[in-house]
């Protein structure tokens, strides 16, 4: 059984590009939830999606973020007109229902120049 | 909202020895979860031990073990007979139980803990 599967495992954008982070769950997991872990700092929450459904955006900034987890597929976190703020490495985490257990993918590292 | 309080940026322990890791938590919920997750220098955060916030009993995985003291909201990390291979940073996380659905996890900053030879 795969793990979590995160791509690009590295993402160099520069600023005003878009970046496309990819998150494919583990087998049987219908809830994925992302994370941005800043240089030096502990991961914070983003968002946590089901299938076709996010159920909390509360860590989501307000403008040019957004994620989606289609019915098929994997899970995207969108981020538009990146600014150097936005570097940082993405973790994205996968659980079956009703489940405490969350198991991380690799993350992806994204620099903006 | 859950805040999780990491106060000791980074940590030293000689091979073999015992080292224990702080944590402290906010919160008013009663039902919830706590847990130590690691990030070796790959960056890929491993599960290292959860407790259950409704068990007295303190978890323990192998070299690891937990102090959970739920009045004081206190949730510390003990790690015994320490190996080179436990050089991480260390975090600590809040999970609040939400019944019948899933929950988000709150981090604490995290611990730089290295193993000396």
């Known amino acids: 059984n795969a793990g979590v599967m995160q791509n690009p495992r590295h993402l160099v954008r520069r600023r005003g590009q878009e970046a496309r982070l990819r998150c494919s769950p583990m087998?049987?997991?219908?809830?994925v939830y992302w994370y941005r872990q800043l240089p030096e700092e502990g991961l914070k929450f983003m968002v946590y999606?089901?299938?076709?459904?996010?159920?909390?955006e509360s860590g989501m900034p307000k403008e040019r973020f957004s994620a989606e987890f289609p019915k098929e597929g994997p899970s995207i976190l969108r981020i538009q007109q990146v600014v150097r703020g936005d570097s940082a490495a993405y973790f994205c985490?996968?659980?079956?229902?009703?489940?405490?257990?969350?198991?991380f993918g690799p993350g992806t590292r994204l620099t903006v120049t | 909202a859950q805040t999780v309080t990491q106060s000791q940026p980074e940590m030293s322990v000689q091979e073999a020895e015992t080292v224990t890791l702080s944590c402290t938590y906010d919160?008013?919920?009663?039902?919830?979860?706590l847990f130590w997750y690691k990030q070796p220098p790959s960056r890929q955060m491993i599960l290292v031990i959860r407790?259950?916030?409704?068990?007295?009993q303190n978890a323990t995985e192998n070299r690891f073990s937990v102090n959970f003291q739920k009045a004081a909201k206190s949730f510390s990390l003990k790690i015994s007979d320490s190996q080179l291979g436990d050089t991480a940073m260390y975090f600590c996380?809040?999970?609040?139980?939400?019944?019948?659905?899933?929950?988000?996890?709150?981090f604490g900053k995290g611990i730089t803990l290295s193993v000396r030879p």
């Open positions: 999606l089901q299938k076709e459904n996010i159920i909390d």
């Open positions: 407790q259950e916030a409704y068990k007295q």
């Open positions: 087998k049987g997991h219908s809830h």
């Open positions: 996380a809040f999970m609040k139980h939400v019944t019948g659905a899933n929950s988000k996890l709150t």
């Open positions: 985490a996968s659980s079956p229902w009703q489940s405490y257990e969350q198991y």
């Open positions: 919160t008013s919920e009663s039902n919830y979860y």
